[in-house]
């Protein structure tokens, strides 16, 4: 494991270096290791994953005012699933760093979703035993939160009623959406859609789908109701 690549990627720096390694240390490896004092990281996964759920569930309240309870529950939920994790993993490259036994090396511990989903809590585990919630949270709000922002979840947020539940507050609103753009080739098409509200353009979002791109447009306009 390269800590100091791993510290220089991150903008970070452990005050303890054996916590960091243990965020990173497998099962399998302690197992094939048992002459040597080591830990694995499934201590380190059970506490990062408690740091998660309160830095996404604190973001998620501050920054949508007018989000029911039950709705922030769903786009938590998509934000702190395995394939969620897996793909920040992914991202910052934490595969490269693992300590895994060759069993698991093997058969592709290096990029496993469960495996790698882990560790990217076991390391939120340990930056928050070695420097406290503010750091981890900084660290979330570099690596995770800007995704929310851009509608990275918008899959499992229903922002088309949360619109139609506040512009219905006003019987006297109308709202409409339509597609205005069809971008790509058939096989990867990109979709351009728009609200409508009161027949005056509130808002653009583009999707993969139809629906996804209407989810986003209707994200677009909550933003500008909760800022």
């Known amino acids: 494991m390269n800590v100091e690549q791993l510290e220089n990627r991150l903008g970070l720096i452990f005050n303890n270096h054996l916590l960091l390694k243990q965020a990173f240390t497998h099962s399998s490896y302690v197992n094939e290791h048992r002459n040597h004092a080591l830990s694995d990281n499934e201590r380190l996964e059970f506490l990062g994953d408690a740091v998660l759920e309160l830095g996404v569930s604190q973001y998620l309240y501050r920054k949508n005012p007018t989000m029911p309870e039950g709705e922030m529950t769903k786009l938590r939920a998509s934000i702190v699933c395995e394939p969620s994790l897996y793909n920040f ?6 595969g490269e760093h693992l300590f895994l036994g060759k069993g698991e090396e093997q058969t592709g511990g290096r990029d496993r979703p469960a495996l790698l989903a882990d560790v990217f809590e076991a390391f939120l585990g340990a930056l928050y035993l070695d420097q406290g919630f503010d750091i981890a949270l900084k660290f979330l709000e570099d690596n995770v939160f800007p995704k929310i922002d851009t509608g990275a979840f918008s899959h499992g947020m229903d922002y088309k009623s949360q619109l139609q539940e506040l512009v219905q507050q006003d019987k006297n609103q109308t709202i409409e959406y339509k597609i205005i753009e069809e971008k790509g080739p058939s096989h990867n098409k990109e ?6 509200i009161n027949e005056g353009t509130s808002g653009t979002g583009i999707g993969r789908t139809k629906k996804e791109a209407e989810q986003r447009a209707a994200k677009k306009v909550l933003d500008t109701f909760n800022n």
């Open 89 to 94: 993993a992914k991202e910052l490259k934490f």
């Open 191 to 196: 979709f351009v859609a728009k609200v409508f």
